[in-house]
């Protein structure tokens, strides 16, 4: 079992600035599911409660140079927590600035899966080794990991992944994730449990009641990517809890209910610096999916 790749100083920054501090928002500790082409960030999937998150990067955004090999149809999972690497990859920006500073385009960044004895232990452990040469100094650091996952629970990771992904047959596009995230931060002292419907017409409506209070929120003629529906005419001069309502009964949208928590920390992902967001229900109302996704630089 071998795993070793670099990063330039760009895809340094693009961890520790962007997709790290976000899914530490998520979980402490996630798990790191390399593949030949793909490095995937899975918090919670083999759990049947709370958030779930998938990070997804192809080979090259995040690496250069990746070699991997394992008998597991050169696939390692482990668990890895993400404050320790986020230390790891930050510690290492300073010595990638000296050699941006020396003018060298070389990789700033080595990073490789090992074996190491402890400090008085007597078996060998894996880590997740961190190597940085700089025009003046080197920094090596080991990030202590779980024991790589073997091929069964490799594949019980697959299969929760698989799960993970399926898409809604309908997304809203949120246009404004900082408008959301201030609502959401207002709304989040109010109740445990919040209500969010989805219509084909391109709404979103968010709401959370008590026995005191009812407070919501709805944003109209959203882009919709999958099944869409036009709005009746009739419902136009309704109230929005009303045509939320009669579109459920129509079949032209779909409700669940999810925790304010969990809600309020699916939005975290805003961190990364997403170009765009999508909200959709899975069918029957198993869950929220939230997709956030990103494009390389120029591109759309």
Do not use: W
Not at 111 to 126: D, E, G, R, S, W
Not at 133 to 162: C, F, H, M, N, W
Not at 271 to 279: G, M, Q
Not at 289 to 297: D, E, G, L, N, S
Request: hydrophobic share 40%; net charge neutral; proline share 4%.
């Amino acid at each position: 079992m071998k795993f070793k790749a670099f990063l330039t100083e760009n895809e340094v920054n693009l961890l520790e600035k962007r997709f790290l501090p976000a899914l530490d928002k998520m979980g402490k500790v996630c798990h790191l599911f390399l593949t030949r082409e793909t490095a995937y960030f899975l918090h919670n999937l083999l759990s049947g409660e709370g958030i779930q998150c998938v990070a997804q990067f192809h080979k090259e955004t995040l690496f250069d140079d990746y070699c991997i090999s394992s008998q597991n149809e050169d696939c390692i999972a482990f668990a890895v927590d993400i404050s320790l690497r986020q230390c790891a990859v930050r510690s290492s920006v300073s010595s990638c600035s000296e050699i941006g500073a020396a003018g060298s385009a070389a990789n700033c960044l080595q990073i490789k899966l090992v074996k190491k004895l402890p400090p008085n232990c007597t078996q060998a452990m894996p880590f997740l080794t961190f190597e940085t040469k700089g025009y003046k100094s080197a920094v090596i650091q080991d990030v202590p990991i779980s024991k790589p996952l073997s091929r069964a629970q490799g594949l019980e990771l697959q299969t929760a992944l698989d799960m993970a992904q399926d898409i809604p047959p309908t997304l809203v596009q949120v246009p404004d994730l900082n408008q959301l995230q201030n609502f959401v931060d207002r709304m989040k002292h109010v109740g445990d449990l919040l209500n969010v419907s989805i219509c084909k017409y391109g709404d979103l409506h968010l709401q959370i009641s008590t026995t005191l209070i009812t407070l919501g929120a709805e944003f109209r003629k959203l882009l919709v990517i999958g099944e869409k529906a036009v709005a009746p005419s009739e419902d136009r001069n309704l109230s929005a809890q009303t045509r939320s309502e009669r579109a459920i009964s129509r079949g032209d949208a779909q409700s669940v209910q999810v925790s304010m928590k969990h809600f309020s920390k699916s939005l975290q992902g805003h961190l990364a610096k997403p170009d765009c967001a999508f909200f959709g229900i899975a069918p029957q109302g198993a869950c929220l999916t939230v997709i956030f996704q990103f494009f390389i630089p120029g591109t759309r």
